[in-house]
């Protein structure tokens, strides 16, 4: 079984950075795929950046040339990097490790807002 926790969310002005963190744990196999969604009330839940083991990453259109995902593979943790934050981006973001076929995990979410 897969865990993952996610940390690094807050409140900040239109402009600003945040950093989110998201630890996996449990029976991780080498190849999978981390990735980052969110989710505002009524909508359904989005993808915000996806990273493969090899590094392959990709970005909603939204959040381009803004957010910057990454990860460090021997600690089985993924990160969100995010600058000039707009209010659009107010959201409880979700992190989602998964390879097919073995797990599917996704955190408890990470609330962001973003004040204009």
């Known amino acids: 079984q897969v865990q993952v926790v996610e940390s690094g969310g807050g409140l900040v002005q239109a402009g600003g950075s945040l950093r989110l963190s998201c630890a996996a744990s449990g029976t991780i196999f080498s190849f999978n795929v981390m990735g980052w969604y969110r989710q505002t009330p009524g909508k359904q839940r989005e993808l915000v950046a996806t990273?493969?083991?090899?590094?392959?990453?990709n970005y909603a259109d939204s959040v381009k040339g803004r957010f910057t995902i990454s990860r460090d593979n021997g600690k089985n943790t993924v990160y969100l990097q995010m600058n000039s934050l707009k209010p659009e981006d107010t959201a409880v973001y979700y992190c989602?490790?998964?390879?097919?076929?073995?797990?599917?995990?996704w955190g408890q979410g990470t609330q962001v807002t973003v004040s204009s």
């Open positions: 990273i493969i083991s090899g590094g392959i990453t």
């Open positions: 989602n490790v998964q390879r097919a076929g073995r797990y599917n995990a």
